[in-house]
């Protein structure tokens, strides 16, 4: 955890110390050929962030899978409730069905009987 | 005559009934609620959520794009650029990092999918048809025992009707609906912390593509005004002037696309609340304020997803 906190502080640092060559570039009261420096100066800070912020990024994949196989837990809980639903309503469905064989046995046993 | 083996089949039939009918008894003993707004909420937030994801997808799934854009812009731009084939060869992103996003998303889109689909089954409305033919067949076989064969009237299988015809269709709608209840509740809380996880990491990644896009703008009007210094130096009025107006639609397309960008950003606040009112919901008791807060927040959440997912579209056709 520290590290991450650590690597997090140097990317906003990068990107602050970006965001302030920049904003001297634009300072028409430098000379051209220094506000050019620094711009490019900015640039270069800039593709330091942009890899600073890939790494993390390219990192942040296994965290991503944790929480996936988190999810993906509750989504079989789920999946399981809806059969255990479906199978109560079976069991209704299921009872027609006995009810009516149970009938038809009871009208063979009357003709037999008869 | 009835078979022993009928006899037999109607004893395990009769206790399932009776099992069945004390299960469903207890659950009904679960908190009343309106369970169709309740329905209707998630489905709000199965949907916006997915809009949601879609949007952030596209957007992450861009940063390669753009910085490739960018490192062949400044090598078109500045002739003295050393060429590195390998910055144009080699993203940024790997791609086992943009599939673990891909796959995460798809398990998210997944999970509040079942929500909705367990949220919105007909569960209730099957047991109800089934019960009333049910209860038509057994009527029949009653009529039938003490019409025609009073003698048989004492086999078990009349006390195994019984159970189930004290279930009216009224109870056992709300014994379903309890139990789904309870079934959403457990999900959307086992589910809670890794979303919640889930959803700093996105924004971690959103705020990298808000910053990538946005200091490139701020490159290009640094650019443009040194640009703008070096013809007012020369006294060079039409480039001068046509620097100017460059600046100026510069300015104004990097606030619009901060604008666009942060309301991404802002509905993923958004997804936060309206998860967190869910799971609130999830451990209240369920009482008529607390699913008005529910309903409240999670509208206020689709609304806003709906509007950047628009907009998204939006711009995506303007630009094909």
Same mark, same amino acid.
């Given at each position: 955890?520290?590290?991450?906190?650590?690597?997090?502080?140097?990317?906003?640092?990068?990107?602050?110390?970006?965001?302030?060559?920049?904003?001297?570039?634009?300072?028409?009261?430098?000379?051209?050929?220094?506000?050019?420096?620094?711009?490019?100066?900015?640039?270069?800070?800039?593709?330091?962030?942009?890899?600073?912020?890939?790494?993390?990024?390219?990192?942040?994949?296994?965290?991503?899978?944790?929480?996936?196989?988190?999810?993906?837990?509750? %989504?079989?809980? =789920?999946?399981?409730?809806?059969?255990?639903?479906?199978?109560?309503?079976?069991?209704?469905?299921?009872?027609?069905? %006995?009810?009516?064989?149970?009938?038809? =046995?009871?009208?063979?046993?009357?003709?037999? =009987?008869? | 005559?009835?078979?022993?083996?009928?006899?037999?089949?109607?004893?395990?039939?009769?206790?399932?009934?009776?099992?069945?009918?004390?299960?469903?008894?207890?659950?009904?003993?679960?908190?009343? /609620?309106?369970?169709?707004?309740?329905?209707?909420?998630?489905?709000?937030?199965?949907?916006?959520?997915?809009?949601?994801?879609?949007?952030?997808?596209?957007?992450?799934?861009?940063?390669?794009?753009?910085?490739?854009?960018?490192?062949?812009?400044?090598? *078109?731009?500045?002739?003295?650029?050393?060429?590195?084939?390998?910055?144009?060869?080699?993203?940024?992103?790997?791609?086992?990092?943009?599939?673990?996003?891909? /796959?995460?998303?798809?398990?998210?889109?997944?999970?509040?999918?079942?929500?909705?689909?367990?949220?919105?089954?007909?569960?209730? &409305?099957?047991?109800?048809?089934?019960? &009333? *033919?049910?209860? @038509?067949?057994?009527?029949?076989?009653?009529?039938?025992?003490?019409?025609?064969?009073?003698?048989?009237?004492?086999?078990? !299988?009349?006390?195994?009707?019984?159970?189930?015809?004290?279930?009216?269709?009224?109870?056992?709608?709300?014994?379903?609906?309890?139990?789904?209840? /309870?079934?959403?509740?457990? #999900?959307?809380?086992?589910?809670?912390?890794?979303?919640?996880?889930?959803?700093?990491?996105?924004?971690?990644?959103?705020?990298?593509?808000?910053?990538?896009?946005?200091?490139?703008?701020?490159?290009? !009007?640094?650019?443009?005004? !040194?640009?703008?210094?070096? #013809?007012?130096?020369?006294?060079? &009025?039409?480039?001068?002037?046509?620097?100017?107006?460059?600046?100026?639609?510069?300015?104004? #397309?990097?606030?619009?696309?901060?604008?666009?960008?942060?309301?991404?950003?802002?509905?993923?606040?958004?997804?936060?609340?309206?998860?967190?009112?869910?799971? *609130?919901?999830?451990?209240?008791?369920?009482?008529?304020?607390?699913?008005?807060?529910?309903?409240?927040?999670?509208?206020?959440?689709? @609304?806003?997803? &709906?509007?950047?997912?628009?907009?998204?579209?939006?711009?995506?056709?303007?630009?094909?």
């Amino acid at each position: 955890m520290p590290a991450t906190k650590a690597t997090k502080s140097v990317r906003k640092k990068l990107l602050d110390a970006f965001g302030e060559m920049v904003d001297k570039s634009m300072d028409p009261n430098i000379p051209i050929a220094q506000r050019q420096a620094l711009l490019n100066r900015a640039q270069e800070l800039r593709t330091q962030w942009v890899e600073l912020e890939a790494a993390r990024f390219n990192k942040d994949a296994a965290a991503f899978q944790k929480a996936q196989d988190k999810v993906s837990e509750a %989504v079989t809980d =789920l999946r399981k409730a809806t059969k255990e639903l479906d199978d109560i309503v079976k069991i209704a469905e299921k009872a027609t069905k %006995v009810f009516g064989l149970v009938d038809k =046995l009871l009208k063979q046993a009357v003709k037999a =009987l008869v | 005559m009835l078979s022993k083996a009928d006899r037999r089949a109607a004893t395990p039939f009769r206790q399932a009934l009776s099992g069945l009918a004390l299960t469903l008894l207890l659950a009904a003993c679960g908190t009343p /609620r309106d369970f169709s707004v309740y329905q209707e909420t998630i489905a709000e937030f199965q949907k916006a959520t997915d809009q949601t994801a879609t949007v952030a997808l596209e957007y992450v799934h861009g940063i390669n794009d753009v910085e490739r854009e960018n490192e062949l812009k400044l090598l *078109r731009e500045d002739p003295d650029r050393l060429l590195d084939a390998r910055k144009l060869a080699t993203p940024v992103l790997t791609a086992e990092a943009l599939r673990a996003r891909d /796959r995460t998303f798809s398990v998210l889109k997944q999970y509040t999918q079942m929500l909705a689909d367990l949220a919105d089954s007909d569960a209730s &409305e099957r047991w109800k048809a089934a019960s &009333e *033919r049910t209860a @038509a067949a057994a009527e029949l076989l009653i009529e039938d025992l003490s019409n025609v064969a009073p003698s048989l009237a004492s086999l078990p !299988i009349t006390d195994a009707i019984s159970p189930l015809r004290t279930i009216s269709n009224v109870i056992a709608k709300e014994i379903i609906d309890a139990k789904r209840a /309870r079934a959403l509740d457990a #999900a959307i809380e086992k589910a809670a912390p890794a979303i919640q996880d889930i959803s700093a990491l996105l924004r971690e990644d959103l705020e990298f593509v808000i910053q990538q896009r946005d200091t490139l703008k701020q490159q290009e !009007i640094s650019q443009l005004s !040194i640009e703008y210094a070096q #013809a007012q130096q020369l006294g060079n &009025e039409p480039v001068r002037l046509a620097k100017l107006r460059e600046i100026d639609q510069k300015i104004r #397309a990097r606030k619009e696309g901060l604008i666009t960008l942060q309301s991404v950003l802002q509905t993923l606040d958004q997804f936060d609340a309206a998860h967190d009112s869910l799971l *609130r919901y999830a451990r209240s008791d369920k009482g008529p304020q607390d699913l008005y807060d529910l309903v409240a927040i999670v509208r206020n959440y689709a @609304a806003t997803a &709906e509007e950047v997912f628009a907009a998204f579209k939006k711009a995506g056709d303007a630009s094909s």
